[in-house]
């Protein structure tokens, strides 16, 4: 298993370029389903999970080419709507692919994805926002395989705004006779960026980024080139690994506007932050205040950003209070963080983190990818030498980590174990 080696202490300075966001390119990707003939996606960034959704569309006898920032996905000779679970299990986002499968063939078969280390991931939203558009769902051996001959236009009422579930219904009701309304939409850029890929390939959608979507059917979709957005997770990771080494750092290729609840909460704690209209440069302080932190739906502070900031807090002045709101098992970071001497208390789905003065290297697991890139900035942060295990929850959401940062003066080498297995 693969490991960062990490010695901390190193403010990082200079600049670093943002990847294409992973959450904005899977769906995208799944999409392509959609229409027929080839499209050309650019500036996708190069992750495990990109890897695994070509592997599931070459799976379903599409065509994909490319392994630089560019993937071209003809979908022309499609004719399989059936994901294995061997594919699934790698990864749960395959799940996107149930709405365009469904839109193209009128059937689709999967195995019930799993759930992961931060929680149970149902994916009830899905299922009632399908169902509401016609299909029927079997469940058979562990498989879910679901039906429809016409999908039909309907009203959903989303329970919780699910990005998945959103991107999932959009996509299927593209196809479907009439007019589709999704209420209590997800309003991530990523939907946004999933709409216009959407009305590029022919699609008539509108109101993404709105608690309202409106899809209108149309009978046909084609194929087009587009460009994914930056991703502001990426983004945000830097902005933390800047103020917690109390370097000053150039972030560019960014959209600031999809990061501005992480912008604020470090101005909060005292970071100062000079925002261009495509770039943020972090002016790193000796100190910074405890804050609290509540995790919501966007535009609120991100889950995704939650255990990153964690990190960054643990050397904060006084006390932070960190609240999940989003999944239900997203705090397993504080314990690894503890073994670093942070004071961290966990009440439910709270955590009460007690600044320290000194958070020290020791060898630390990375339990999902967020967890793991909170622990290679507790590393940068630290004194000492810290080695992060499990890295390959990192290497499925972030393009060359080491390399951005040790272009920024960080020193951290990548380790690969041959001896060290995943026993827990
Ligand atoms: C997307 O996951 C992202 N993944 C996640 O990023 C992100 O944390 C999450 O949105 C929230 O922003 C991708 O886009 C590939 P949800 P998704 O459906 O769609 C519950 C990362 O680190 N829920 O908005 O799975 C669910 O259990 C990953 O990049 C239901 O109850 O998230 C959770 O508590 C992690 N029923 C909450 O909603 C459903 O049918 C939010 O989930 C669906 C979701």
């Known amino acids: 298993m693969d490991q960062f080696v990490i010695n901390g202490g190193c403010p990082l300075e200079g600049e670093v370029t943002i990847s294409g966001a992973k959450n904005a390119v899977l769906p995208i990707l799944a999409a392509t389903v959609l229409g027929s003939g080839q499209s050309v996606i650019n500036n996708v960034p190069q992750l495990h999970d990109v890897k695994v959704m070509k592997e599931v569309l070459n799976n379903l006898g599409a065509r994909v080419q490319g392994d630089s920032d560019q993937i071209m996905v003809d979908t022309s000779a499609l004719d399989c709507c059936e994901i294995p679970e061997s594919l699934m299990r790698k990864m749960r986002a395959t799940v996107f692919l149930m709405g365009p499968l469904i839109a193209r063939f009128g059937k689709v078969k999967i195995s019930q994805p799993g759930g992961c280390s931060i929680g149970s991931r149902p994916i009830d939203l899905h299922l009632k926002g399908l169902k509401a558009l016609g299909v029927e769902f079997k469940q058979r051996h562990g498989a879910l395989e679901g039906s429809v001959d016409k999908l039909v236009g309907a009203e959903i009422h989303l329970d919780f705004p699910s990005v998945g579930a959103t991107e999932n219904i959009m996509m299927a009701a593209t196809k479907a006779k009439g007019e589709t309304l999704i209420y209590n939409?997800?309003?991530?850029?990523?939907?946004?960026?999933?709409?216009?890929?959407?009305?590029?390939?022919?699609?008539?959608?509108?109101?993404?980024?709105?608690?309202?979507?409106?899809?209108?059917?149309?009978?046909e979709l084609n194929a087009v080139d587009y460009q994914v957005i930056p991703d502001r997770i990426e983004a945000g990771t830097f902005l933390v690994a800047a103020a917690i080494t109390k370097g000053n750092?150039?972030?560019?290729d960014i959209i600031p506007e999809?990061?501005?609840?992480?912008?604020?909460k470090l101005t909060e704690a005292g970071i100062e932050m000079k925002v261009d209209h495509n770039q943020i440069e972090v002016i790193g302080k000796e100190t910074w205040q405890g804050i609290n932190i509540k995790t919501l739906p966007y535009p609120g502070l991100p889950t995704d950003m939650q255990a990153q900031l964690m990190s960054f807090l643990s050397l904060a002045e006084d006390t932070s209070i960190i609240?999940?709101?989003?999944?239900?098992?997203?705090?397993?970071?504080?314990?690894?963080?503890?073994?670093?001497g942070a004071k961290i208390r966990i009440e439910g789905n709270t955590a009460i983190v007690n600044?320290?003065?000194?958070?020290?290297?020791?060898?630390?697991?990375?339990?999902?990818?967020?967890?793991?890139?909170?622990?290679?900035?507790?590393?940068?942060?630290?004194?000492?030498?810290?080695?992060?295990?499990?890295?390959?929850?990192?290497?499925?959401?972030?393009?060359?980590?080491e390399d951005k940062l040790t272009k920024?003066?960080?020193?951290?080498i990548r380790k690969t174990d041959l001896s060290i297995t995943d026993a827990d």
Request: proline letters at 1%.
């Open 323 to 340: 609240t999940e709101n989003i999944f239900e098992n997203r705090l397993s970071h504080a314990d690894e963080l503890r073994r670093m």
């Open 408 to 412: 920024l003066g960080a020193d951290i």
């Open 249 to 252: 750092v150039l972030i560019k």
């Open 355 to 401: 600044g320290v003065d000194k958070l020290y290297g020791t060898i630390v697991r990375a339990t999902d990818l967020r967890a793991g890139a909170a622990l290679v900035l507790a590393g940068l942060g630290a004194e000492g030498e810290t080695v992060v295990d499990n890295i390959y929850h990192i290497d499925r959401g972030y393009e060359y980590l």
């Open 258 to 264: 999809h990061i501005e609840a992480v912008a604020a």
């Open 185 to 219: 939409a997800a309003k991530e850029p990523e939907i946004i960026d999933l709409q216009n890929y959407l009305n590029r390939l022919g699609a008539k959608v509108r109101g993404a980024g709105t608690n309202v979507i409106k899809v209108k059917g149309v009978e």
